[in-house]
């Protein structure tokens, strides 16, 4: 008999579960992140693209730009620093260092300028496909022209 009034007195209060997300939510989420996905993929096939391009422009094949760490070695030889630096990148607050040399040296070996160069920190999205399919050209390692020095012979 008591059962009976607590189950007729609860049964006048709906008691919901549901705490989830509404069907309408979870579809705005998923388009979000479907827009989200496809314009983050977009920006990585233009860094690569552009990279190949300035892999190219330097001289080396361009698919050494896929290859992770080798890149860095490869785009330090580019800039005219020694592959070994490759590892300071692994050193905190060396790291920053070494990276703001990295790209001063890509802007100068391509003959731009240090207001380049500000820009390939703050924004390389944009001023690394200038670089690449501008008329920027390849100078040499650090903006040093690439000479060739043909020894001479002896005098007698």
């Known amino acids: 008999m008591l059962l009976s009034l607590i189950a007729q007195a609860t049964d006048s209060y709906p008691i919901s579960t549901d705490y989830?997300?509404?069907a309408a939510g979870?579809?705005?989420a998923t388009a979000g992140a479907s827009v989200f996905g496809f314009f983050y993929f977009a920006l990585v096939v233009l860094m690569i693209v552009t990279m190949w391009r300035i892999f190219t422009k330097a001289g080396r094949?361009?698919?050494h730009c896929?290859?992770?760490i080798y890149s860095t070695?490869?785009?330090l030889r580019i800039v005219g620093k020694p592959g070994w630096w490759f590892l300071l990148i692994f050193v905190?607050?060396?790291n920053i260092i070494i990276v703001l040399i990295m790209h001063d040296a890509l802007s100068k070996s391509f003959g731009k300028s240090t207001a380049f160069t500000l820009g390939l920190i703050f924004v390389p999205f944009i001023t690394l496909p200038i670089l690449a399919f501008g008329g920027a050209k390849y100078i040499g390692p650090?903006?040093?022209p690439m000479t060739l020095t043909v020894p001479m012979a002896p005098q007698v």
């Open 66 to 68: 896929l290859i992770p």
């Open 142 to 144: 650090g903006g040093m």
């Open 20 to 22: 989830g997300p509404s």
């Open 73 to 75: 070695v490869v785009l």
């Open 92 to 94: 905190p607050l060396v």
């Open 61 to 63: 094949p361009g698919w």
């Open 26 to 28: 979870a579809q705005a």
